[in-house]
Nanobody, 123 residues
Framework: QVQLVESGGGLVQAGGSLRLSCAAS????????MGWFRQAPGKEREFVAA????????YYADSVKGRFTISRDYAKNTALLQMNSLKPEDTAVYYC????????????????WGQGTQVSVSS
């Protein structure tokens, strides 16, 4: 069993930055692929970024490519999402997810999910 807790959300002006963290417990972070997703009000949850178990491979949604960076800190068992040049359309609840049985995953089929953290970007 893997428990995930997100933090780092908040309110920021357009053009600003935030860094989200996802603390994992239950297993060491090096044993699963991790991803970030988001869900805006009235919209479906969508993929944002993914990182492989090794940390070598990353993948991003086109809407965040060049602005967001996913990484992991094995010593702290965390996955990080650095978000720069934020836009009002980035406003959403951000969720992290983990999968112990694959190298990297881009879809919604992660078995473990956090509770989410709110990110609000004002214009």
């Amino acid at each position: 069993q893997v428990q995930l807790v997100e933090s780092g959300g908040g309110l920021v002006q357009a053009g600003g930055s935030l860094r989200l963290s996802c603390a994992a417990s239950g297993r060491t972070s090096s044993t699963y692929a991790m991803g970030w997703f988001r869900q805006a009000p009235g919209k479906e949850r969508e993929f944002v970024a993914a990182i492989s178990r090794s940390g070598i491979s990353t993948y991003y949604a086109d809407s965040v490519k060049g602005r967001f960076t996913i990484s992991r800190d094995y010593a702290k068992n965390t996955a990080l999402l650095q978000m720069n040049s934020l836009k009002p359309e980035d406003t959403a609840v951000y969720y992290c997810a983990a999968d112990p049985d694959t190298g990297i995953r881009y879809d919604m089929q992660y078995p473990y999910w956090g509770q989410g953290t709110q990110v609000s970007v004002s214009s």
